[in-house]
């Protein structure tokens, strides 16, 4: 077990051999979410607590994770107790979850639909968190439906190139898009990570945000400031 800087908060977080790290997806949804003071946050596939932690930056009312694994909950707990924070952590598909309402949902969700099963890795903590066979984006959508409260948000990280199936899944299950933010790997190429903010509700203005570059660290201020 090693222990790393939480990019953009004043945390350390550990992280465990052979289960899934926090990367530059999990830094760009953690600093692109917001949550105000008396909200309740859950977390979809918490792994080792990281968004958690970007979530505590705000001061919420409560907070809780959910993960498949207890191995993998036991890592978040370590790092929820290093830094003197309280959250649920509770073994479970979302599927499945029947807890309450939430203000605020945040998942950086399993990015790959891998049909020959021989292609999914064989690491359990890895397959989970990266193939869209242990949650799809249908289920995820639709779960999200089932736990949010009719003014919460919903913050996604997703692979740029499915933003037209993303949006079109978030209007089948009643969200549309508010806000929306590319994140590209340098000026000039392609979009690599696309950050969503969904809510309930008709047709209304969407905010495109400026776009983040992972090769320029400046350029991550403008993930900050704004509900």
Request: hydrophobic residues 35%; neutral net charge.
């Amino acid at each position: 077990m090693k222990l790393d800087y939480l990019n953009g908060t004043e945390y350390s977080i550990y992280q465990e051999e052979g289960m899934y790290h926090c990367n530059s997806d999990t830094e760009l949804l953690g600093r692109f979410m917001r949550i105000k003071s008396k909200e309740s946050l859950l977390d979809i596939g918490t792994n080792n607590g990281a968004l958690l932690l970007y979530g505590a930056r705000f001061n919420p009312q409560s907070m809780t994770g959910i993960d498949l694994y207890p191995e993998v909950l036991q890592v978040a707990r370590k790092n929820l107790d290093m830094h003197h924070l309280q959250a649920e952590l509770i073994e479970t598909r979302v599927q499945d979850y029947k807890g309450a309402l939430f203000n605020v949902i945040v998942c950086n969700p399993p990015y790959f639909s891998t049909p020959k099963k021989d292609l999914v890795s064989t690491n359990p903590y890895i397959a989970a968190a990266r193939h869209e066979e242990f949650l799809s984006l249908g289920d995820l959508f639709s779960s999200v439906r089932r736990l949010l409260k009719s003014n919460g948000r919903f913050y996604l990280v997703h692979r740029a190139s499915q933003i037209n199936r993303i949006m079109q899944t978030a209007f089948e299950n009643g969200f549309i898009t508010r806000i929306l933010q590319i994140a590209y790997e340098t000026e000039g190429g392609k979009g690599k990570s696309a950050l969503f903010c969904f809510q309930y509700g008709n047709a209304s203005e969407m905010i495109v945000k400026p776009p983040v570059y992972l090769d320029d660290r400046d350029s991550f201020d403008r993930l900050e400031g704004m509900v």
